[in-house]
C-alpha cells in the first residue's frame, strides 16, 4: 500500500511532483500515476489496489517508500473518509493553485479533450446547473460516477477550504 498519496488539486501541478518524485532513487511510483481507487475503483477492493504497487520486499530492501497522485482524491467528497478508513497513517500531499488559474486550464483541458463547447464565460455560468445534486449523489450512492462533477467543476475545484476541511477532520 502506499506510503504517500498526491490528493490534488486537478491542474496545480500533480503531474511535475509526481514526476519529480519518482526520479528519486527511493521513490516507487504506482503502475501509473492516478490510480482513482478511492474515487472510481474503490469497488474493484484492496487486492486491486495493490496490484498497481511494487512488492514490498524490493521497495524496503532500498529503503524507499511508493505512492500515487490522483487529483479528484481532493475534491470527491468520499475520497477522504475511503483514504483514511483503508491507509489511517498514510503521508497526504495537497498542491494548491490560484483558484482562477487552476478554473481556467481546467475549461482549456477540456475543451481540448472534447468534453466542453461552451465559451468559457458561459460554461462558468452553467457549472451550477450542471452540478446540481452531482455532490450530494456522490456523498450517499457509493457507486455513483459523475461526468459532470469530473469535467465541469470549474470553480467548485478551488474552494480549497471545505475540500482540506473533510481531510483534516481525519488525518
Same mark, same amino acid.
Given at each position: ?78 475520497? *477522504?473518509? !475511503?483514504?483514511? #478508513? @483503508?491507509?489511517? =497513517? ?8 490560484? +483558484? ?22 458561459? *460554461?462558468? !455560468?452553467?457549472? #451550477? @446547473?450542471?452540478? =446540481? ?8 450512492? +457509493? ?29
Amino acid at each position: 500500500m502506499p506510503d504517500f498519496i498526491i490528493i490534488g488539486a486537478q491542474k496545480a501541478g500533480t503531474t511535475s511532483l509526481y514526476t519529480y518524485l519518482e526520479q528519486h532513487p527511493q521513490v516507487f511510483g504506482s503502475s501509473k500515476k492516478e490510480v482513482h481507487y478511492f474515487d472510481h475503483f474503490h469497488l474493484n477492493g484492496e487486492l486491486w489496489y495493490r496490484s498497481h504497487f511494487p512488492l514490498v520486499a524490493s521497495i524496503r530492501k532500498n529503503g524507499g517508500v511508493t505512492g500515487e497522485a490522483s487529483p479528484f482524491y481532493l475534491f470527491h467528497p468520499k475520497c *477522504a473518509q !475511503r483514504i483514511h #478508513e @483503508r491507509l489511517p =497513517a498514510v503521508k497526504l500531499i495537497a498542491v494548491l493553485r490560484n +483558484p482562477v488559474d487552476r478554473a481556467i486550464s481546467h475549461y482549456f483541458m477540456q475543451v481540448r479533450k472534447g468534453h466542453e463547447t461552451l465559451p468559457i464565460g458561459e *460554461a462558468m !455560468r452553467q457549472e #451550477e @446547473r450542471r452540478l =446540481a445534486h452531482e455532490m450530494e449523489r456522490a456523498e450517499v450512492e +457509493p457507486h455513483h460516477s459523475s461526468y459532470s462533477l469530473g469535467h465541469y467543476s470549474y470553480k467548485s475545484r478551488g474552494m480549497y477550504v471545505d475540500q482540506l476541511a473533510r481531510y483534516s477532520a481525519l488525518f
